[in-house]
C-alpha cells in the first residue's frame, strides 16, 4: 500500500496530469475522498477522478477531444495494477480557468494507508 500523496502522485503521472490549469486538451487529478471502510490495518479504498477537459464547449472538436483523452487514460489505468476503474461521467461543462470547457470524468480507487 502507498501513502494518500504517493498514490496520488502516482496517478498524476500514469495519466499525464497537470498540476495546474492548462490550455486544453488537458488532464486533472482530484481527490475524491473515501467512505473510510476499512480494508484491514490501517487501509482504506481512496477514490480519485480524473477530469479530461477537450476544449471551449463552443468548440465542434472538443467532443472529439474528450472521447480521444478519454480512450488513452482509460488505457493507461486498465494497464495499472494499482488502480481501479469506476465509473466514467458522460460529457459535461465545467469552468476551468475562466472558460466553459467540456470534460469528462473517470473515477478510479485505489487502496491506501491512512
Request: net charge negative; proline share 4%.
Amino acid at each position: 500500500m502507498a501513502s494518500l500523496a504517493a498514490a496520488r502522485a502516482a496517478l498524476v503521472t500514469l495519466v499525464g496530469a497537470s498540476e495546474e490549469s492548462v490550455d486544453p486538451p488537458a488532464t486533472y487529478v482530484y481527490s475524491s475522498g473515501t467512505d473510510s471502510t476499512r480494508l484491514g490495518g490501517s487501509s482504506v479504498e481512496w477514490e480519485f477522478r480524473v477530469t479530461v477537459s477537450g476544449g471551449m464547449q463552443s468548440n465542434g472538436a472538443a467532443s472529439a477531444a474528450v472521447a480521444t483523452l478519454l480512450a488513452a487514460k482509460l488505457s493507461a489505468l486498465q494497464a495499472s495494477p494499482l488502480y481501479r476503474i469506476l465509473r466514467v461521467s458522460p460529457d459535461q461543462v465545467r469552468t476551468i480557468a475562466g472558460g466553459d470547457q467540456l470534460t469528462a470524468d473517470i473515477a478510479v480507487s485505489c487502496k491506501v494507508d491512512i
